[in-house]
């Protein structure tokens, strides 16, 4: 693989897809002309499904497997052809949602979910070259956010407690690849350390 692979990952209300849109408008990313895509993915038979499944009572483990033959549709058709033609690819969520998201939901189903969805995943993922962790206190992300779906306010702090925990173990496990990301920060100043780290990032590789 020619190109690299920048993935932008934080719980929900972190901020990463309002990141996400202003990387695209900074003229000296443009530069590098990057493809800027997103996890799941919009407009395809397994984006559309797993949109579905999110606003559905769909099983967990249904869901997850949604969610995975999403990531390989995306693999095959986007994220290796460029990489392959050298080009930079920077995804709004990528397999570490799946692992820290799932991790969780699954975690009462099966014993050591995260690995067990890690491993799911192993042998034919690619992994990204470097990652941002948008890291905010859950309680910070869902005032953002307000009430989505029908947890309360409570359930959806502890779920995302978790997740939270989560990513920052994944982090903490591969210190090289993350960059974690203080995004209670305002999101101008979010953004130009983004940006600032990816030029330095792609102008050294």
Request: net charge negative.
């Amino acid at each position: 693989m020619k190109g690299k692979l920048i993935t932008l990952e934080g719980i929900d209300g972190s901020g990463k897809s309002t990141v996400a849109k202003k990387l695209q408008e900074n003229p000296e990313i443009k530069a590098f002309e990057p493809v800027f895509t997103r996890e799941p993915t919009r407009g395809t038979l397994t984006g559309n499904a797993v949109e579905k499944a999110i606003q559905s009572d769909t099983d967990q483990l249904a869901e997850l497997f949604l969610f995975t033959a999403d990531h390989a549709e995306h693999l095959a058709k986007l994220v290796k052809p460029a990489l392959e033609s050298g080009k930079t690819v920077i995804s709004d969520r990528y397999s570490d949602s799946r692992y820290a998201y799932q991790g969780i939901t699954l975690k009462t189903r099966l014993e050591n979910s995260l690995e067990w969805v890690k491993n799911l995943h192993r042998g034919w993922t690619i992994v990204p070259d470097l990652t941002f962790l948008f890291d905010i206190r859950p309680e910070i992300s869902v005032e953002r956010c307000g009430r989505r779906g029908e947890q309360s306010k409570f359930e959806k702090i502890e779920f995302l407690r978790g997740v939270r925990e989560t990513f920052l173990r994944l982090a903490a496990e591969d210190p090289e690849r993350f960059i974690v990301i203080d995004a209670s920060l305002s999101p101008e100043s979010i953004e130009k350390e983004v940006a600032e780290k990816i030029l330095e990032f792609l102008n050294r590789n």
